[in-house]
């Protein structure tokens, strides 16, 4: 049984364009993540949803919207996509905001921008 | 501004060999501390948890140490096998919703 689920894995598209990934999670947690890991391997969080409303939303461009429909799903919209938004996109979850409980991560989207 | 730091970058050892990855950060305050292991093209897998009142957790192989006040963290990994061999990333949570912040990571290859 998939945890944490994005689709989709790979995205190759080009510049100007927008694109979503979408993310799920069957844990019945409260909270949810959107990390990028760029080339050098360096992940770092964007967002942060609880219960459907944004928690975190750290310095990340405009272009960049995430959507929560509900609390199982947390979606990434991309606008006027850039090369430098090539990076693996990993979404993430926990049972809430607290510090007690661990993230589970999905499997990542791999974001190529020609 | 929480700063975590992992050093070396990579790590190669002899299959076998009990082993120490080190973590160290620069806030005290924080809610927990997370191992995680990353395979190459793959997503992250929690190894251990420690909470910020725990001194160490263990997992199988895996025992995971946490300093708050000298602000360090430590994997051990006894035995090391060649399925070990992946990137290993130490976490840390802070502010009023447990931000994770993460190291760059230790790349690790156990040869046979």
């Known amino acids: 049984d998939t945890a944490v689920s994005q689709t989709p894995k790979y995205l190759v598209t080009q510049m100007g364009n927008d694109k979503s990934i979408k993310c799920e999670q069957n844990?019945?947690?409260?909270?949810m993540y959107w990390y990028k890991q760029d080339s050098k391997k360096f992940l770092k969080i964007m967002f942060s949803y609880n219960n459907k409303e944004l928690i975190i939303n750290e310095t990340v461009p405009n272009r960049f919207s995430p959507k929560s429909p509900d609390k199982a799903h947390l979606n990434l919209h991309i606008n006027s996509l850039e090369l430098g938004d090539s990076a693996v996109y990993f979404c993430?979850?926990?049972?809430?905001?607290?510090?007690?409980?661990?993230?589970?991560f999905g499997p990542g989207t791999r974001l190529t921008v020609t | 501004k929480q700063e975590v730091t992992q050093i070396p970058a990579a790590l190669s050892v002899p299959e076998g060999e009990n082993l120490v990855l080190n973590c160290s950060f620069t806030?005290?305050?924080?809610?927990?501390l997370q191992w995680f292991r990353q395979d190459p093209g793959k997503g992250l897998t929690s190894l251990l948890l420690i909470q910020s009142s725990q001194r160490e957790q263990t997992s199988g192989r895996l025992n995971a140490s946490l300093d708050k006040s000298s602000g360090r963290s430590t994997l051990y990994i006894a035995a090391s096998q060649p399925g070990d061999s992946a990137t290993y990333l130490c976490a840390v949570a802070t502010g009023a919703n447990s931000k994770l912040t993460f190291g760059k990571g230790i790349t690790l290859s156990v040869r046979p």
């Open positions: 806030d005290s305050a924080i809610y927990n």
């Open positions: 993430a979850s926990s049972r809430t905001t607290s510090g007690n409980y661990e993230q589970y």
């Open positions: 844990l019945g947690h409260d909270t």
